[in-house]
């Protein structure tokens, strides 16, 4: 019988793990994905900086273009 | 690789080829006139290069449309960074605009103050001369 509780809190740590694993692979790329499409940043002639909301239609559409041309360079 | 065209390309290669040996973390560079006109390119002659030309004037206007929205009369420079790496954009003088493109992890601080201190020469190189 002991041997079997062994195996079922065997199996059992492993099912948590996979989880806690599975759970931080999904926070990275929920991260990954807010950082990676959208930081634009405009500095304009008197100095000062705009930074249009990262999701906004400007940025994506910012982000959109220079992806276009990340893809082969320029 | 192919550059400028005309008979100014020579010192606009410089220039550009100079920005590249400068700021070892560029992988390609532009230069579109003040009219629009995609002056240099690191594409070859063709359908990329067209359609490199094309995104880079949108985006000029969107950023020109931007700043116009905020009562500005001009981006000074642009920094976008996708998970595809950054994009970079300096405006000249004379009307015209640098490009570059890094890898995401590049800094792009250091590549923005070196585009930036060559646009003097680059403007230059684009009127033909060097005085």
């Known amino acids: 019988m002991s041997g079997r509780r062994g195996l079922r809190l065997l199996l059992a740590g492993a099912l948590a793990g996979g989880a806690l694993v599975g759970l931080a ?9 807010e950082v ?5 940043e ?13 999701g ?19 | 690789m192919e ?5 100014e ?12 040996s400068l700021s070892g973390e560029v992988e390609s560079c532009a230069v579109l006139s003040p009219g629009g006109e995609l002056l240099y390119s690191s594409h070859l002659e063709g359908v990329e290069r067209e359609r490199v030309g094309a995104v880079l004037r949108a985006l000029s ?16 420079q642009v920094r976008i960074r996708t998970e595809l790496g950054c994009l970079l ?10 490009f570059a493109t890094t890898s995401p992890q590049a800094r792009t601080g250091l590549v923005l103050y070196d585009m930036r201190s060559i646009r003097g020469e680059l403007v230059k190189a684009m009127r033909g001369g060097r005085g």
């Not at chain 2, 390309?9 to 590249?20: A, D």
């Open chain 2, 3 to 7: 550059r400028g065209e005309g008979p």
């Open chain 1, 42 to 54: 405009i500095t304009f002639e008197d100095g000062t900086t705009y930074l249009p909301d990262p």
């Open chain 1, 36 to 40: 990676a499409g959208e930081e634009v």
């Open chain 1, 25 to 33: 692979a999904i926070g990275r790329l929920r991260s990954k994905g």
């Open chain 2, 61 to 76: 206007e969107a950023v020109r449309d931007a700043a116009r929205r905020h009562g500005k009369e001009r981006a000074e």
């Open chain 2, 89 to 98: 954009m300096v405006s000249l003088e004379n009307g015209g605009a640098l």
């Open chain 2, 9 to 20: 390309s020579g010192s606009l290669e410089q220039v550009v080829e100079g920005l590249r």
């Open chain 1, 56 to 74: 906004s239609p400007e940025s994506r559409e910012l982000a959109g273009m220079a992806d276009r041309v990340l893809e082969v360079g320029v």
